[in-house]
């Protein structure tokens, strides 16, 4: 397993992917590489639960392994047709494990870095402020 982490400065036009098994958050970074300004380009909801599911249960392992080699499947995409040319992935351990695995190549030459944190409901303010501390 390569080991990454958030890279010394997130560049100009670079994306923030901040994702669980559940939805995933992609931002374009508008502000300078030591200076995030953070812009939400889309949001990802794994698709709806069934009726029967409940709220109170545990996600379904197979739903989260499909949504992010989906994930993974756009982001690789995004690279193949230049609407990007590097991004950061935000996620917990076990989504960013999936991800790697489902990168191709051309999607893990793309990855600049990477940080072990969900943040996927903290609000854009918050998720720049933690990266910053990271970049600076």
């Known amino acids: 397993m390569d080991d990454f982490s958030v890279p010394a400065a ?8 901040v994702c669980d098994g ?14 995030l300004n953070l812009h939400q380009m889309a949001v ?10 409940s709220l109170d249960q545990p996600r379904d392992a197979d739903a989260e392994a499909r949504f992010l080699d989906n994930l993974a499947h756009r ?3 995004a690279v193949r047709v230049g609407a990007m040319e590097r991004f950061v992935l935000v996620a917990p351990p076990q989504a960013l494990e999936r991800l790697r695995q489902c990168l191709g190549p051309l999607g893990r ?24 501390r990271r970049v600076h």
């Open 10 to 17: 997130i560049p100009w036009q670079s994306w923030v992917v």
């Open 22 to 35: 559940a939805q995933a958050r992609i931002f374009r970074n508008d502000g300078e590489a030591n200076h």
């Open 44 to 53: 990802l909801p794994q698709p709806l639960l069934e009726a029967s599911d």
């Open 75 to 77: 982001i690789e995409g």
């Open 109 to 132: 030459d793309a990855l600049s870095g990477e940080t072990s944190c969900d943040m996927t409901l903290f609000n854009t303010a918050t998720i720049e402020r933690r990266l910053g």
